[in-house]
């Protein structure tokens, strides 16, 4: 991690968290001022551990609990949402490339729509469900070496990379000159992760090994020459982090309160524009 080490310099405390999917153990996640960005410390050696368990529900398609049956019906309206993005931009060939593809479900979208898919996801069990999909996933984005994609997501992938820096510069040696990177990731400068502070469900130790800003995401990618071309929000995003935070709180699920407190903060991003998600859009300059 010899690139990311002054990410982790004079880092100061912000808050201390609860792994509450996997472990219950706590946190620190600390401030580094310079990038505007949140750190969880320290890196867990065995980290794929913390990704172990069926409540993780990207790595798999269970409807089981009402938070599944939730999760499936709010990724069913951003599946179109997301096709219909990356349909809006001018390609070349329709080349995309998803990072942390989970079970398929957004590359088989995109396939019907005779984009050609390609995808990286680490979790074996992951991959399965994909591949029963006929979606074939790749564990590791160095399996590509001499690919160009006109489009490249990573839809709440960025902040599970231990390797920062070296990851982003990857992505941009994998983007054809004109293409779009398009990152979609938790912002804790939103109304509801300021609400719920260490309770808040976006932070997710540690599996979220960072924490962004609109400003370290604009620093970070100009680091490799590249500048984020639109930012637009993830208004859904609001209403599902707050109901788990209200079950972290309260170790009680309140779906009307949290669809209070979702509402309050897409209000109040009206104005600030720090929506609980953000997708950012981003092109070399």
Same mark, same amino acid.
């Given at each position: &991690? ?27 996640? $600390? ?30 398609? /269970?409807?089981?609990?009402? *938070? ?16 219909? %993005? ?45 591949? @029963? ?36 510069? @990857?992505?941009? /040696? ?27 469900a976006a932070f997710d130790v540690p599996r979220h090994l960072w924490h962004f800003s609109q400003f370290s995401i604009h620093k970070l990618f100009s680091e490799v020459? &590249? ?6 929000? $993830? ?11 209200? @079950? ?8 009307? %309160? ?23 859009? *981003? @092109?070399?300059?």
């Open positions: &991690m010899e690139n990311e080490k002054e990410l982790y310099k004079n880092l100061v405390p912000f808050l201390n968290c609860k792994d509450h999917t996997v472990s219950g153990e706590f946190f620190e996640v $600390m401030k580094n001022e310079e990038y505007e960005m949140l750190v969880t410390s320290p890196v867990p050696s065995d980290l794929d551990s913390y990704y172990k368990s069926d409540n993780y529900i990207s790595h798999t398609d /269970s409807k089981k609990s009402f *938070i599944d049956k939730i999760y499936q019906i709010v990724k069913s309206y951003t599946l179109k949402r997301k096709l219909s %993005l990356i349909n809006s931009f001018e390609t070349e060939e329709k080349q995309l490339l998803d990072i942390g593809a989970g079970t398929g479900d957004f590359l088989k979208t995109c396939k019907k729509k005779n984009w050609k898919v390609f995808g990286v996801e680490p979790n074996p069990s992951a991959r399965n469900i994909a591949l @029963k999909k006929g979606i074939d996933l790749k564990e590791n984005i160095s399996d590509f070496t001499n690919e160009k994609f006109d489009v490249i997501t990573l839809w709440h992938v960025l902040e599970h990379m231990e390797n920062l820096k070296t990851t982003i510069k @990857k992505l941009k /040696s994998l983007l054809k000159p004109k293409g779009r990177i398009v990152v979609a990731v938790p912002n804790y400068k939103s109304c509801d992760a300021n609400f719920y502070k260490e309770h808040w020459e &590249m500048i984020v071309d639109e930012t637009l929000p $993830m208004k859904f995003d609001s209403f599902y982090v707050a109901l788990l935070s209200e @079950k972290y709180k309260t170790g009680k699920l309140k779906p009307f %309160l949290a669809l209070h407190r979702g509402f309050a903060s897409n209000l109040n991003a009206r104005t600030s524009s720090e929506y609980s998600s953000l997708i950012y859009i *981003i @092109k070399n300059y």
